[in-house]
């Protein structure tokens, strides 16, 4: 692109996003005019074949241009809607790290304490969904592929100047969330730990079609013991937990990434129940003093479409959000009563 092409796109942005200061337009123009400098110079070192994606305004005028390099489209590749299990990295361009999904790579600034990989909801029919557009161009596999979004298609105009660098892997395509779950965890229950039958709670007490069985609660119980009676409210339980995300990747495709081991003595009251999710809860109240069980938890009765987050302070000054439990995940536990104390023999 040469120079009076620059001048003209960085023009239409400044008009584009409202800025009507002569001095800072002028600034603005040099920033972006070295943005553009910055990211070609980067792109001429690049030795595999470049996708070049230009995005228009609704009326017509080039905005930029995205860049994909260093993929594989040979695979399977995302249409225009449905969803992707992936890991990224995210970065500004001069190496800055924003985010990733990898613990490894992480620091207090990235997103997925635990790590990946997470859902992605790609929606290609939306204008300016880069993510989604770059998984129609990067298969799925150990490859993966990289992307340039230079800062005026990002649309952080505190960030004029810092084009953004991905780097995407697909793990798999997905079209519809609850049945791969339901899948996975069958397949978890029969594939990994051989358990046929197990506890079923559902979310209510009636099930209106066939399609909610994906949200179903499973509580197999793989070592009984002596006890003689169900985990009831206002217990006190002494025991022992093993938790995880179950997903898609890995070993036989079903991996347990472990987030802890705790040996935790509780009173199973409303007020601890408040605090737990919906399955867990009541994948307990199946189980009895000595025994050991693996409770798998859906999204639907953990913690849904939105995840868990805490806040953390970036930089000493910015709170941002970070994810302690990713949005759809699917839970696992493993589980040892101990002990299981009832009110009226409460011991000191």
């Excluded at 046929?196 to 559902?202: I, K």
């Amino acid at each position: 692109m040469n120079k009076f092409l620059i001048l003209l796109s960085s023009l239409f942005a400044l008009t584009f996003f409202g800025c009507n200061n002569d001095e800072e337009e002028l600034d603005l123009i040099d920033t972006l005019e070295n943005e553009k400098i910055a990211i070609h110079e980067y792109l001429s070192q690049i030795t595999t074949p470049i996708l070049y994606l230009e995005y228009y305004s609704v009326k017509g005028m080039l905005i930029d241009t995205v860049f994909i390099f260093n993929y594989d489209n040979s695979g399977e590749v995302a249409k225009d809607t449905g969803w992707v299990l992936m890991d990224y990295e995210k970065f500004y361009l001069n190496g800055d790290k924003l985010d990733t999904t990898s613990p490894e790579q992480g620091d207090s600034t990235f997103t997925y304490a635990f790590g990946g990989p997470v859902l992605y909801r790609y929606d290609t029919i939306k204008k300016y969904d880069y993510v989604a557009e770059a998984f129609r161009h990067v298969s799925v596999g150990s490859m993966g592929g990289e992307m340039i979004v230079p800062s005026i298609l990002a649309g952080d105009k505190n960030n004029y100047g810092k084009p953004l660098h991905y780097k995407l892997k697909a793990h798999k395509l997905i079209n519809d969330v609850k049945v791969n779950e339901y899948k996975l965890i069958r397949s978890y229950l029969v594939d990994v730990i051989g358990v046929e039958n197990a506890f079923v709670d559902f979310p209510t007490r009636e099930i209106s079609s066939i399609g909610e069985r994906d949200t179903v609660t499973y509580t197999a119980i793989l070592e009984k013991g002596t006890g003689d009676r169900d985990i009831q409210v206002g217990d006190s339980v002494l025991l022992e937990m093993d938790y995880g995300l179950l997903d898609d990747v890995g070993l036989q495709n079903r991996v347990l990434r472990s987030m802890g081991r705790d040996s935790i003595y509780f009173l199973f009251n409303e007020t601890w129940q408040k605090n737990y999710p919906t399955g867990l809860v009541k994948g307990l109240q199946h189980l009895q003093a000595g025994d050991s069980a693996h409770i798998i938890v859906p999204y639907g009765m953990a913690y849904g479409a939105v995840g868990t987050t805490r806040e953390i302070t970036f930089r000493d000054r910015t709170k941002l959000k970070q994810y302690l439990i990713p949005p759809y995940s699917t839970l696992w536990y493993w589980v040892r009563i101990r002990k299981v104390v009832p009110p009226k023999t409460e011991e000191e």
